[in-house]
């Protein structure tokens, strides 16, 4: 399974022992390493009825990406810890391994090891080093007071599409789409750290619970303009057809792997980013000016909805 | 959980940013980094029967430091996933998170970031990152005709206390404790790269297998004299009872994480190694000047035995 995995596939420069040998080496001009892990269980935060195995390896690679731009860094490698079934079939393993190739490659990454065992369900657990390439990293507890709050990327989307899945309603295939890969704003995240961003987050959680994060981190409070989050066009139409409010996907949705970031009151905004509100004095995160009542994001042992 | 696991701990200088951000930042002076992963399953690599929780974690984090010091580096920081069911008493989470961070503290590592995730068994995901101090790694497939072939720490130990285990049979404490928790000969590995080994890894699928990784990396073959695999005391008491031939442990039982290595015919072997064999050319491991015909060694996908 390993050899299937590894055979025929480049990589960059910054592989300087590549999988094989008891461990990689990996280069790391800056002299520190960004790195972070993430695992993946099926029936839980995937399904194999919902997503393909293809998707199911992207989304995995994206998610763990997005957590080292989210720092200001960029990923240079991943290693991969796949447990399956014996049952499991050649095809399921190979498409996921493809997957995290795709994904790995669009970025210029790695994939440098990792290991295959036997479980009772598929469990993919993904590590991702990351390069600062000089910058400082960009942590969640130093966001200051007056700072410009500003997202980059979709925000509901990858919401929207589960909700749609587990309705069982045909269409929207954009939503869908985006639930089954997200598509992180990748180059955003060293480009806010360079325009000098106070505190940055990936949106995994939803909106609200991230950039609760911050303000519990910085010490702050997050006021968001309700003008600034109106839920893109594909959100109401599939609101309209389950019959919801677009808005608690935007508020609460995570899995787009959106950014957030706070930035100095003065800053002109990178591209790709928009402002959605203003850091104040005080604590929690408030919408419209009131604090948000409704549900707060995802909770890593609530009930499964796989996700 | 995260709270609890974190709490209270202290990093080594080389954790800039440890765990409650989007990712951790570890130093890595050499400007190259050495990674690895393993990913250990309730039911097939340990039994919370047989071994307690703080074991486990123990014996994950040996696992994964002893594949970095077979490459001549040094551990600086780990990353755990944690899957579990969410009726784990908290006591076992507790005592999995004070046995990595016991043999982490050993190693002078941290214990940088991780996350946890449900899951329908006990999931186990550790990655690891070296530091390799200006040294060259040393690999698998650089093993040269004439080498000396030498290992540090136990062989067999672990698959003696495994077999005791299975039977049932009671004592033989000391290969007991081997199985649940190993050993490794860490400061072994970097004083090999120092002395020049030419190849280099861990016995983690049993001597014959991972020498046979060495021979097939490096095209080479290995003649292992067998009055130097004498069992050690308490495998030969523990085979009395069992009824067993104690070599077999030796020459096919992993999870000691002893290290092998090939060093130049004329290099005085540091202290900790001693001379088992040499490098010949051929293929594959020869023992006593024959071909081994028995088994190998561990197999990710044969039959559950809970190691």
Redesign the interface.
């Known amino acids: 399974m390993i050899d299937r995995a590894v055979s025929g596939r480049s990589q960059p420069d910054t592989t300087?022992?590549g999988p094989?040998?008891?461990?990689?080496?990996?280069?790391?001009?800056d002299?520190?390493?960004?790195?972070?892990?993430?695992?993946?269980?099926q029936g839980?935060?995937f399904r194999l009825d919902w997503s393909t195995p293809e998707q199911v390896g992207r989304k995995a690679v994206a998610q763990n990406g997005?957590?080292?731009v989210?720092?200001g860094?960029w990923p240079t490698?991943f290693?991969?810890?796949?447990?399956c079934p014996?049952d499991t079939p050649v095809a399921v393993a190979d498409a996921l391994t493809d997957g995290i190739w795709s994904e790995a490659s669009r970025l210029g990454a790695g994939v440098?090891?990792?290991?295959?065992?036997?479980?009772?369900?598929i469990?993919l657990?993904i590590?991702?080093?990351?390069d600062?390439g000089g910058r400082d990293?960009v942590?969640?507890?130093t966001a200051r007071v007056g700072d410009q709050v500003a997202v980059a990327g979709r925000l509901g989307w990858s919401a929207a599409g589960l909700a749609v899945l587990v309705a069982g309603v045909d269409g929207h295939a954009e939503v869908v789409a985006a639930h089954q890969v997200p598509d992180p704003p990748y180059s955003c995240g060293p480009s806010a750290a360079e325009s000098g961003a106070t505190a940055?987050?990936?949106v995994s959680d939803g909106l609200l619970a991230d950039l609760g994060h911050i303000c519990a981190?910085s010490g702050v409070q997050i006021d968001l303009d309700l003008a600034a989050l109106e839920p893109d066009p594909p959100l109401h139409a599939a609101a309209a057809d389950l019959g919801t409010d677009p808005i608690v996907w935007v508020l609460t949705g995570g899995e787009d792997h959106a950014l957030a970031a706070t930035f100095p009151p003065d800053v002109d905004l990178p591209d790709g980013w928009r402002r959605i509100g203003v850091v104040a004095g005080g604590t929690g995160v408030h919408v419209g000016g009131r604090e948000w009542t409704g549900p707060v994001g995802w909770e890593?042992?609530g009930p499964?909805d796989s996700r």
Do not use: E, N, Y
């Not at 040998?21 to 990996?26: E, G, K, L, N, R």
């Not at 290693?79 to 447990?83: D, H, R, T």
């Open positions: 300087l022992l094989g040998d008891d461990a990689a080496v990996v280069r790391v001009a002299g520190r390493v960004v790195v972070s892990s993430d695992m993946l269980v839980r935060h997005a957590d080292i989210s720092m860094a490698a290693l991969v810890s796949f447990g014996p440098v090891g990792g290991d295959t065992v036997q479980s009772d369900q469990v657990s590590m991702v080093l990351g600062l990293a942590l969640r507890s940055m987050t990936d981190a890593s042992f499964a």
